[in-house]
């Protein structure tokens, strides 16, 4: 191979973010090359020519970023509009001791995902959707994981949460990693209440991570345990109680994808697909409440963010209280696995778009950004 070959089949993010904004993505030969980003009302007429609603440029008046074509959710097997309201509550019974106990099943495979227009990643994931199923839960109830792997490497299920050694779904500890074809079962009870994740715990961890496996674990509190005002927002964030009805809940997971395996991610966005909420904004209504269930697992990034327009919001952070960690802010950052809940509302606001975004420019140029569509 010629120094000129080698220097062109070295393919850097930075590379990867100038040939979207140039449309020249073909040229890479990483992806499908049907993807540009639009680069200004001009450019991004000349190249949208289909009728889907989807593509039409700045039909919600907004923007120069964003992919010109559509994501196939069909064949991915999940939508992320769906996603942001989808809970895995578990098959319910009540065990001889008065417990609630909730059985889910997960099955770890192998699958290619497009996670943005025409650019496919050869994913691992639960149950075949990235993020996997958002499990849900409260407080004091019993868990039971049946895991089965599926996939083509040795995998786990590491629930962030209280549980023993033996049910910590690491190597070296109860049944360890997961052989492809074996399966194993994580039982345990759900402390403390809160916003938490779960996710493989096989090494090398960043990459079992990155290809996607992981999702949200939300466990409900128990009002019965709480007093006053406290026992008012446990109702809100039970999922059991008709409070919770008066609040529009969404759970949405920071992620990334290194779609040429260099160790740095091209491709950005919440709950996988790049500038899905942008195309298509999310409708919510103004005088409602909105609780965001927000996770970063962004792999080979320190730092993902979520800042919101022209509004404030109270943040809960890990969800394991029933008053604000902070009040009145509109930027929140989160490490890796860290996580928190998102109060807001638009309450009196002008309806119309809203905004949201990662504060790392770069993140929301590579797909992480969206508009809440604020409607009477
Ligand atoms: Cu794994």
């Known amino acids: 191979m010629s120094v000129k070959e080698s220097i062109a089949n070295r393919f850097t993010r930075r590379d990867f973010l100038k040939a979207l904004l140039t449309g020249s993505l073909a040229m890479t030969g990483v992806a499908a090359g049907k993807s540009v980003l ?89 149950n075949g959707r990235v993020p996997g199923p958002s499990l849900r839960c409260v407080e004091g109830d019993r868990i039971r994981i049946r895991f089965v792997n599926a996939g ?23 049944a360890g990693e997961i052989a492809p074809g074996d399966n194993t079962v994580y039982e345990f009870d759900a402390y403390p209440f809160g916003c938490h994740l779960y996710h493989c715990h096989a090494t090398p961890l960043k990459r079992h991570i990155h290809k996607g496996l992981y999702g949200a674990f939300v466990i409900d509190p128990d009002p019965e345990n709480y007093q006053g005002e406290e026992g008012e927002a446990a109702k809100t964030r039970n999922h059991g109680y008709p409070e919770s009805k008066q609040v529009n809940e969404m759970v949405m997971v920071m992620n990334a994808f290194d779609t040429n395996f260099d160790g740095e991610n091209e491709v950005y966005a919440v709950n996988s697909i790049a500038f899905a909420y942008m195309n298509q904004p999310i ?30 919001f109270d943040y809960y952070d890990h969800g394991t209280s029933l008053k604000p960690t902070l009040k009145t802010v509109d930027t929140i950052m989160q490490c890796q696995a860290q996580r928190g809940i998102l109060e807001f509302s638009f309450k009196g606001f002008e309806p119309g778009p ?16 969206g508009f809440f569509e604020v409607t009477e």
Do not use: C
């Open 38 to 126: 639009r680069k200004s009302p001009e450019t991004s007429q000349k190249a949208s020519t289909s009728s889907h609603p989807d593509m039409q440029p700045d039909s919600h008046g907004h923007g120069n970023f964003g992919p010109v074509g559509s994501v196939n959710h069909q064949a991915n097997g999940f939508d992320p509009h769906k996603m942001l309201y989808e809970w895995d509550y578990g098959q319910v019974s009540v065990l001889p001791n008065g417990q609630t106990l909730r059985e889910y099943q997960i099955v770890a495979v192998d699958k290619e995902i497009e996670i943005a227009p025409g650019v496919f990643f050869p994913g691992w994931m639960y």
């Open 152 to 174: 083509s490497h040795a995998h786990t299920i590491h629930f962030h949460g209280i549980h023993s050694a033996a049910m910590d779904g690491v190597a070296g500890a109860g």
């Open 283 to 312: 409708q919510i209504r103004r005088d409602q409440t909105q609780r965001l269930y927000l996770i970063n697992i962004t792999e080979f990034d320190p730092i993902n963010s979520l800042h919101l327009h022209a509004n404030f």
């Open 354 to 369: 809203y905004m949201f975004h990662a504060h790392q420019s770069e993140f929301v140029e590579l797909g992480w950004m």
